[in-house]
């Protein structure tokens, strides 16, 4: 059976790898970093705990990330930009609790979830508490834009899972309804930390688009990324639970693939609608001798080559070389898959 072509990861000229950039903005993200740790002492002392707990676990703090290498790249890094970095991963930080209740993931991080640890009550209420907490931390900018372009970012990422939630276990579920969950459940935020850190630099309308742009795509490549991880990758090397996809009934690109592909598919189906959870194994097989997980792939890698044809139009400077080794280096994490 055929396979789509191997794409060749971008080549381009004078960008940093994935570890300077990061190492660009590290004094920077080692504020943000101290400030996400710091918010649980905002909270009664009896909800401190389960506030340090999950704001203590890390993670790879890409939304930060972008926002201030954003920042640099439109202008200079300011507080402002420092505190868009902190809301934005506080908000995330508030919907991986909710995902591990909906998924029943036991493990993010490498640490037990939230819900494996307290329960989905508290857990519940745990996201709820910080999703607040971040909008009220937006309402410190003076600019009243700023605060409402991220609670509109907040209200689009609980909007896309609501919409996935109601479309689980559905065969009808077509790839064009699949991108638009993840523009807004996963897009929204790499596209408001873009966006709103250029509005902050006063950047041009121009480059303020582009970069909105960049985020869009940069985030929709990430989420098919993670989609085929959940398929083909190892709980090892994630940090967490893999497999809850299918378990779920969340049809992801790879499996939308296949079931449009206009072949016969009646093996995938009644895997994917068993009353107990389908073999990972047997849908990983069929999925690959398909070609829909290389298909996936090809999709991502597309749309992280013209996340950086989107950077065309903004300054050239370390910054704005940091911001292309994000879709860079997530073409070198497709490619390995």
């Known amino acids: 059976m055929s ?6 990861i971008p080549e381009v000229n004078d960008a940093l790898t994935f570890q300077e950039a990061f190492e660009l903005i590290n004094p920077h993200l080692y504020t943000v970093e101290e400030r996400i740790r710091a918010q649980a002492k905002a909270f009664d002392p009896a909800v401190e705990g389960y506030v340090s707990y999950i704001c203590g676990a890390g993670g790879k703090r890409l939304r930060p990330a972008l926002a201030l290498l954003a920042a640099g790249a439109t202008g200079k890094i300011t507080p402002g930009h420092v505190d868009l970095a902190v809301i934005l991963e506080l908000i995330h930080i508030a919907t991986l609790v909710h995902d591990d209740i909906i998924d029943g993931a036991e493990l993010r991080r490498d640490q037990p979830s939230a819900n494996a640890k307290w329960g989905n009550s508290i857990s519940v209420l745990l996201g709820d508490v910080l999703f607040a907490h971040a909008l009220k931390l937006s309402t410190n900018f003076s600019n009243s834009e700023i605060s409402r372009r991220i609670a509109d970012a907040a209200a689009e990422v609980c909007s896309g899972e609501i919409i996935q939630t109601q479309r689980r276990f559905d065969l009808k579920l077509t790839t064009a309804d699949y991108y638009r969950i993840i523009e807004m459940k996963t897009a929204a935020l790499f596209r408001a930390a873009c966006e709103l850190a250029a509005f902050i630099s006063e950047a041009s309308p121009a480059v303020i688009g582009s970069l909105k742009a960049f985020g869009t795509k ?7 990324y993670d989609d085929i991880l959940d398929l083909a990758g190892s709980e090892e090397d994630s940090g967490k639970t893999l497999g809850t996809d299918l ?18 598919t009646t093996a995938l189906r009644e895997l994917l609608l068993e009353e107990t959870p389908g073999d990972p194994a047997r849908l990983k097989l069929l999925l690959q001798e398909s070609g829909a997980i290389d298909s996936a792939k090809s999709i991502a890698l597309r749309l992280s080559s013209e996340a950086l044809e989107s950077c065309s139009g903004i300054q050239e400077n370390r910054y704005a ?11 070198h994490l497709l490619h390995s898959l």
């Open 218 to 224: 940069v985030g929709v490549a990430y989420q098919i």
């Open 3 to 8: 396979t789509p072509t191997r794409q060749a």
């Open 321 to 331: 070389h940091g911001l292309r080794s994000i879709p860079l280096h997530l073409s």
């Open 247 to 264: 378990e779920k009934g969340k049809f992801t690109l790879p499996v939308l693939l296949m079931l449009h592909s206009g072949k016969d």
